[in-house]
């Protein structure tokens, strides 16, 4: 079982820019496909973007693509979001969360469970 904390959310103006960090536990961190989610008031929480055990294969949601990027750190059991160019649409939790599946490739078959507490992103205008 991997155990997430999201981290680096806050304020920032329309066009800006943010990192979001999701530190793990778990031995098995290296061999999980991560993912970014969010949600925002009223909404249901969506999938913002995914990346598998070994960073080979990453995937995003339309709304997106070309402005955010996500990677993972093994050697430190981290995961990373960088937002640009966000807009007031992106304001929301954002939510790391662990594939519960090893070695998982193909975005379309991730099982994401593991999630964790969430961080604000506010985008001002």
């Known amino acids: 079982q991997v155990d997430v904390v999201e981290s680096g959310g806050g304020l920032v103006q329309v066009g800006g820019s943010l990192r979001l960090s999701c530190g793990a536990s778990?031995?098995?961190?290296?061999?999980?496909?991560m993912g970014w989610f969010r949600q925002a008031p009223g909404k249901e929480r969506e999938f913002v973007a995914g990346i598998n055990w070994n960073g080979g294969n990453t995937c995003y949601a339309d709304s997106v693509k070309g402005r955010f990027t996500i990677s993972r750190d093994n050697a430190k059991n981290t995961v990373y979001l960088q937002m640009n160019s966000l807009k007031p649409e992106d304001a929301a939790v954002y939510y790391c969360?662990?594939?519960?599946?090893?070695?998982?490739?193909?975005?379309?078959?991730?099982?994401?469970?593991?999630w964790g507490q969430g961080t604000q992103v506010t985008v001002s205008s």
């Open positions: 778990g031995r098995t961190f290296s061999m999980v496909a």
């Open positions: 969360a662990a594939d519960r599946t090893l070695w998982g490739y193909d975005c379309n078959l991730f099982d994401f469970g593991s």
